[in-house]
């Protein structure tokens, strides 16, 4: 059987299973469809939070970033790792002890004001969809290389299944579909690592090939041949990176932090039966998603290793383009590669000086791997199942945040207080159905900014969201006035430097012209820093929080008589 | 109030901040020492293929992540257990007590 009827075959199969769990797991209340009714296991809650997490960006972007970056590919490593810590330890079990459905039903009440709760629904839906825009993108561009269809229609049959599932289901139905999207996207990220690891270093384990020695009978490990083809050929040194101390030092800070304050990714928590097992379910989550992660920088190094010695040959002196393989001319037609013969000598070659020929996009790296270490066809399609795994599991988490908030947060709680059930499940269903088409759009017309925006929903995360819970729960007297303007002021501040970076002045976007060294991707630290800094001035000069608000904030700090989470 | 006394609210609550800002600090040093500010030092030191530091920022840290995580949990359950404000065991849709159900900002 040829790739295409495999892809088909494996993909189809994919989706049949998706629709299954959705029909089996329909929502039948509110507390079905927005916390899955909180009865969800914290082993297949972990699964799903990861699956959740995980986006096309991780599966299809990240490996190839590292590939590209070296040692400075560790700020998304550590970044979106680190912050599950943060999670697990400040956050998860005081907000599941709380109970409510969402984060801006947590920042409205904690904080006594109607205010704080719709500056939160604005940032939850302007996070959201920055993020969703991506995911419906990276459907497409998997449909596109693999089922041979057009974008737009990769993308309409993309927003046809996660509208089935999301809608129908809500959280129920989201989240166990989303273990069985975890289940393929890991599949398909480890089988073709562990393949490669043992063609190149003879370790079962990628984890410890990329470590080990080639199996070319040399006794060269594989990262020092790696450092010494980059230095032959013009690279940074790819264990050593060539961003500055500082930086790497804030991305990383804002990455963890933003993690921990993404509104989908929170909500996650309140899914679980009890305050323990939110713990525990942030332990499962961060194990599931360890396994990628860990696997992505193996693979970033031997896909690039692999590329070299493909494109610049053996002796590194060019491969004849008459010669190239099949991969090189796949992905010259979707654009993402290109030769440009300079000294017309009729052969590729690749290099960081003036001597290249080659443009290769980074995102191909994880797609093509397979392709580039000649593995088995099934392979390809599995990779091709799990790059679209990812992606709609992660926009049916996010879709879910958007219609909880407009549902819930802001019509049932701010301008229609008197709908009952049954109306505010209808009205989730449609913001959802709602928010899937904008999603959509996005998709086939995707601004040219989305990948500038991805450092603004972390950015915006990490300065706004973070620091109003963590002194939500951490500091008993803390108020409305000094959490609003915490919020404010961080938000503006990181955003008017992002803005000002990305938009209005690009071309100033360089170290030169950045405070302290700190690129608009890492600045999300200092407005966290910043809302802290005021939150606490504002409030020693206002008075406390009211009593009642106290005994809340004493309440949510001992698992004890944790309920179901509630609307009310 | 849950607690026999708000005398083991208070120990309790301080016992958990210390565990937290212990591992805490455990997170920032495996991370942020290790991977980022004294790396250049510690990749002077090998690890079979590895150089150390650029090992601890692009698998180690991680590792070190879940053991965190993993203490914390096995140690806060026990916290729970000493001042019997763990929950209980029996059926999870049947909460111990009701919670407080309050109304802001309407």
Known sequence: MDIQTLTFLIVGATFALYIGIALWARAGSTNDFYVAGGGVHPVANGMATAADWMSAASFISMAGLISFMGYDGAVYL??????YVLLALCLAPYLRKFGKFTVPA????????????????ICAIFVCFTYVAGQMRGVGVVFSRFLEVDITWGVIIGMGIVFFYAVLGGMKGITYTQVAQY???????????????????????????????????????????????????GFAEYTSGTKSTIDVFFITAALMVGTAGLPHVIVRFFTVPKVRDARKSAGWALLFIALL?????????????????????PDAQG??????????????????????????DGKMFYSGDERNEMDIDRDIMVLANPEIADLPAWVIALVAAGGVAAALSTSAGLLLVIST???????KRNLMPNISEKQELGYARIASAVAICIAGYLGINPPGFVAQVVAFAFGLAASSFFPAIIMGIFSKRMNKEGAIAGMLSGITFTAAYIIYFKFINPAANTPDNWWFGISPEGIGTLGMLLNFAVAVGVARMTSDAPKHVQDMVADIRFPKGAGEATAH | MSFESEQHADDYWKENI???????GVWFVASFCCGI??????????????????????????????????????????????YSVHEDDEAPEAPAQPQPVEEFGQ
Not at chain 1, 78 to 83: F, I, K, L, R
Not at chain 2, 18 to 24: D, E, F, K
Not at chain 2, 43 to 72: C, D, E, H, P, T
């Open chain 2, 18 to 24: 210390r565990l937290m800002l212990i591992l805490l």
């Open chain 1, 183 to 233: 289940c393929v996207l890991i599949c398909a990220y480890l089988v073709p690592a562990i393949f490669i690891s043992i063609m190149m270093t003879g370790h079962v384990i990628p984890q410890i090939g990329f470590g080990g020695e080639l199996n070319d009978g040399s006794g060269t490990y594989l990262l020092d041949k790696l450092d010494g083809l980059s230095a032959e050929l």
């Open chain 1, 405 to 411: 908030s407009i549902s819930h947060d802001l019509l």
């Open chain 1, 293 to 313: 992660y860990t696997t992505a920088p193996a693979i970033a190094t031997f896909a690039r290793v692999n590329m070299i010695d493909t494109i610049n040959g």
């Open chain 1, 319 to 344: 491969t004849a383009y008459e010669k190239a393989p099949s991969w090189i001319g796949n992905w010259e037609s979707t654009g993402l590669i290109s030769w440009e013969d300079k000294n017309g």
């Open chain 1, 78 to 83: 550590m970044g979106w790792t680190g912050g």
């Open chain 1, 106 to 121: 947590f920042i409205g009440d904690r904080y006594y004001s109607q205010t704080a709760r719709t500056v939160a629904v």
């Open chain 2, 37 to 82: 500010l004294f790396v250049e030092q510690l990749n002077a030191i090998r690890l079979g293929g590895f150089k150390l530091g650029f090992w601890f920022a692009q698998q180690g840290s991680i590792y070190i992540f879940l053991a965190l995580i993993a203490v914390y949990v096995v140690q806060m359950n026990k916290l729970d257990r000493k």
